[in-house]
């Protein structure tokens, strides 16, 4: 891909994800953050302070009708993601990093891909883990043969949250395990195995008081051989994992999504592979920087609304009981 020459980029949110952001792109010259919005004032002052931003609005549209950012990245809750995006593309932003999940909805994402289509605007779903080198690296080695023809997958995501004023653990603002934690499940499945599913199965902790599933076990058929299973949920130890397993061998992940920089191992047919890492969010920045169109992106519209439309049966499997089919 072509090198990154200077790129402005401006952050609608700014609660603990924007920061990590921000702190990967202290570490690309080109990059310079120049204005910050965020509704809530005590995150917007620690942000701008913190990272020395010139520029911080309370409101997007204010802050797009004075800056016209190379990037624009969406850091608020998901409920909140169509709308910024529609403010993005009124300010004539070319390119914009959007945190998982992209929508509430599949139906969501689809207006989402008709309005970057129309303004050619270049939208990308953030999810890093895609980006690290461990992730490129399973995903050749099961191109390469190395499993055999793929049988299952087992993907497992679940952290200690029980803060119930926190998005992730209130439906109104798009919260819920599978939007939070399972997404990357049914992420990287489609990403490794580049199949598309024939049906799901989905079960587990409904708050009605809040109106999401904080746990969820789900069983996804891809074809008459391969079968998917996802363990995730709130209020559990953390673990993060996933084993794929063919006819001649296996791959096994852990930690699945929060690889960084430094050096990591996963095992292949028993023996320990060393890779070395990078720091995803910079490399998924690059990414988007560089790219042209959706061909040049690591994670592309079409997968977000893959993945979104298997969330949405999942969903719809849970409340009723039954075999969803796609």
Request: charge should be negative; charged fraction near 20%; aromatic fraction near 8%.
């Amino acid at each position: 891909m072509k090198p990154v020459s200077s790129v402005q980029v401006a952050i609608v949110g700014c609660g603990g994800i924007s920061r990590v952001h921000a702190d990967a792109w202290q570490d690309i010259e080109q990059i310079e953050l120049v204005a910050a919005c965020d509704t809530n004032v005590e995150s917007l002052k620690t942000f701008v302070e913190q990272y020395q931003v010139a520029d911080s609005y309370l409101d997007l549209r204010a802050m797009l009708e004075n800056h016209t950012p190379d990037v624009l990245v969406i850091a608020t809750w998901p409920s909140s993601h169509l709308k910024n995006l529609l403010e993005a593309v009124r300010g004539r932003v070319k390119k914009v990093l959007c945190e998982k999940p992209l929508a509430v909805n599949a139906k969501q994402i689809k207006q989402m891909i008709q309005i970057t289509d129309n303004s050619q605007t270049l939208l990308t779903e953030a999810f890093m883990y895609r980006h690290h080198p461990v992730t490129q690296t399973v995903k050749q080695k099961i191109s390469a043969g190395e499993i055999g023809d793929l049988r299952s997958v087992n993907a497992v995501f679940t952290t200690g949250l029980t803060d119930y004023t926190n998005w992730r653990l209130r439906g109104d603002l798009g919260g819920g395990t599978i939007m939070d934690l399972g997404c990357y499940c049914v992420d990287l499945i489609g990403y490794l195995t580049d199949i598309s599913p024939v049906s799901v199965f989905g079960t587990g902790k409904y708050a009605h008081g809040i109106n999401v599933w904080e746990t969820m076990y789900a069983t996804i058929r891809y074809s008459e051989n391969v079968v998917a299973q996802i363990d995730t949920g709130f209020g559990m130890i953390w673990r993060e994992s996933y084993e794929i397993v063919g006819t001649k061998g296996s791959i096994k992940v852990e930690p699945a999504w929060s690889n960084n920089v430094g050096e990591y191992r996963f095992i292949l047919n028993g023996e320990p592979i060393a890779v070395k890492g990078v720091n995803p969010y910079a490399a998924e920045m690059l990414n988007l920087c560089q790219a042209d169109s959706q061909d040049d992106l690591i994670v592309p519209l079409k997968d977000s609304l893959r993945n979104m439309r298997l969330i949405d049966a999942l969903h719809e499997s849970a409340h009723s009981g039954k075999v969803v089919r796609l």
